[in-house]
């Protein structure tokens, strides 16, 4: 069964950093792009950050020069580093798994692109 598990969500001041992790198997790890997503109340789940299996980034431009996504292979984790918090980032974060029939370069925006989902983490950033 493939799991995707979020932590380090948490409560943060306006200007300061958290960062976010995903675990999982490397059955889920390997073979897929990886992603982040967030979900604020009552909106819609929005792109932050996404990273290839080869390593190729893109981002939200709302998060852009703040976040940076990582994917650490020796562990099977997926990062997202957060800096310069916002409280328009107050949100649910869920990471993402998919692409597995692509190639090594494939990311995507597309919350329907990805196959396997965590259970989210909180963060809330207060002013």
């Known amino acids: 069964q493939v799991q995707l598990v979020e932590s380090g969500g948490g409560l943060v001041q306006a200007g300061n950093s958290l960062t976010l992790s995903c675990a999982t198997s490397?059955?889920?790890?390997?073979?897929?792009?990886m992603a982040w997503f967030r979900q604020a109340p009552g909106k819609e789940r929005d792109f932050v950050a996404a990273?290839?299996?080869?390593?190729?980034?893109d981002y939200a431009d709302s998060v852009k020069g703040r976040f940076t996504i990582s994917r650490a292979s020796s562990k099977n984790t997926l990062y997202l580093q957060m800096n310069s918090l916002k409280s328009e980032d107050t949100a649910v974060y869920y990471c993402?798994?998919?692409?597995?029939?692509?190639?090594?370069?494939?990311?995507?925006?597309?919350?329907?692109?990805?196959?396997?989902w965590g259970q989210g983490t909180q963060v809330t950033v207060s002013t």
């Open positions: 490397r059955r889920t790890f390997s073979p897929y792009a």
């Open positions: 990273i290839s299996r080869s390593g190729i980034t």
């Open positions: 993402a798994a998919g692409g597995g029939a692509y190639g090594a370069s494939w990311v995507s925006r597309g919350s329907t692109e990805y196959d396997f």
